[in-house]
């Protein structure tokens, strides 16, 4: 276990995050006698939590095919999950690979994170123009996560992509009162409110 720790800090290090990882160095203490040791299964958690929240970072700053990359040593390290196949989803859909997004994304449509997974189907249908298919994803998607503003707004553009304008300003103006002002995702969907057009969706991480 302790060469998988070592090996993602130096990930982290080689990636300029180590503001994500609160330190760049360990300071060891003795452990009082009565302390019961970390277990293992904990510590494992916590690295691959770490691990995610970079492959975030890379996705969200553009780096796709670097995250793919460290999605593959994620998998080798501690195997696939549902939080690793969303991420990886989010990179296939960003790089146009959408048959593999579609993969990831359907893979967990039966698990915690089922209103991502639809959300991703969603916005692989969107790319392919299938807006009643999207509309229907997205959809479920909402209905899974109700106060969620970025399946709210990406469920509203669908809709008005239809010729639904009533339903679409319905969506959209619960997501604008859900969504922080100044948030970019406010300004395209206030955008999208005054045009009735829906402009294109952001790769990267949905939030």
Same mark, same amino acid.
């Given at each position: ?54 492959? #975030?970072? @890379?996705? *969200?700053? &553009? +780096?796709?095919?670097? /995250?793919?990359?460290? !999605?593959?040593?994620?998998?080798? %390290? ?78 509203? #553009?669908? @809709?008005? *992509?239809? &010729? +639904?304008?009533?339903? /679409?300003?319905?969506? !959209?103006?619960?997501?604008?009162? %859900? ?29």
């Amino acid at each position: 276990m302790r060469h998988h720790r070592k090996a993602l800090v130096l990930t982290a290090a080689a990636l300029g995050f180590f503001a994500l990882c609160g330190c760049q160095t360990t300071t060891i203490q003795a452990v009082p006698r009565a302390a019961e040791p970390t277990p293992v299964a904990s510590i494992s958690e916590r690295e691959r939590d770490l691990y995610l929240s970079v492959i #975030g970072q @890379l996705i *969200e700053h &553009g +780096k796709f095919y670097a /995250a793919l990359a460290h !999605l593959d040593e994620f998998q080798r %390290l501690h195997g696939p999950s549902e939080a690793s196949r969303r991420l990886r989803g989010d990179a296939w859909l960003a790089v146009g690979a959408l048959d593999n997004a579609e993969k990831e994304y359907s893979s967990i449509t039966d698990g915690k994170l089922v209103g991502y997974g639809k959300h991703g189907l969603g916005r692989v249908a969107a790319s392919r123009k299938d807006w009643t298919l999207a509309a229907l994803h997205f959809e479920q998607a909402v209905n899974e996560q109700p106060t969620n503003a970025r399946f709210l707004g990406d469920f509203a #553009g669908a @809709l008005f *992509e239809l &010729g +639904k304008t009533d339903d /679409a300003e319905f969506q !959209l103006r619960k997501a604008l009162e %859900l969504s922080p002002q100044d948030s970019e995702a406010s300004h395209a969907m206030r955008a999208m409110l005054a045009t009735g057009k829906r402009p294109a969706l952001a790769a990267g991480t949905p939030r």
